[in-house]
């Protein structure tokens, strides 16, 4: 896989989704489909985005016993996705189950799995969880679980991209939300970096949701993100 821009569709149904994506003319971007879309519009969403010829990313961050999710990945996999994910606090044996189940129709799409959500602080880590580690450790440990059980890589942080790369090989692969324009409002993400940053740290993949789904001309705003992240015109 190379590196890519990934647009986050946090739309509540099919008709603003498309509504969105008929702003491309001529570019058919990578885009990510999660929970909320997903739920309200169920798997015909992901066929009929699939069938305009974009990538797609479902996110679902399965997490339950590994034969539950196992068996819900071998229904995602019918779907043909490029892109899915699992919770890494399932452990090992959970997401290698998982990719057994997504790889049992003879494709094999990318799995990678959430580590620490961002939304998740130090504290709450330690009062509630009762995780008494740095926040990066445990992050970094998970990465590594993921690796083990044969995932290709984790959503993280953009700032956490060459510390995981380190510890699981430049092979094993970061996406990174949390991006912003210098010029674009932070909204409720707390450490947010440049698409160029981005590149800089080692990013494989960028999601991006508002700076180009609030965007007044959203064509306009993915182009200029493939332009500093990926340093070319888009496609
Ligand atoms: O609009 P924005 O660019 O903040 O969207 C980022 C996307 O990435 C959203 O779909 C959000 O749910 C997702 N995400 C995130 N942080 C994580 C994991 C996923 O922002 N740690």
Known sequence: MSKDVIIACDFPSAEET???LDRFTGQK???KIGMELFYAEGPSIVREIKRRGHKIFLDLKLHDIPNTVKRA????ADLDVDMTNVHAAGGIKMMAAGKEGLESKGGSPLLIAVTQLTSTSQETMENELLIEHPLQDVVTQYARNAKAAGLGGVVCSPLEAGMIHQACGRDF???TPGIRFEDSAA???TRV???????LLGSDYIVVGRPITQADDPAAAYERCVRDFLGVEAK
């Open 18 to 20: 498309f509504r969105f």
């Open 29 to 31: 971007p990578f885009v």
């Open 73 to 76: 990945m071998a229904c995602l």
């Open 173 to 175: 692969l970061t996406i």
């Open 187 to 189: 909204d409720d993400q």
């Open 193 to 199: 970096t440049t698409p160029a940053k981005a590149r």
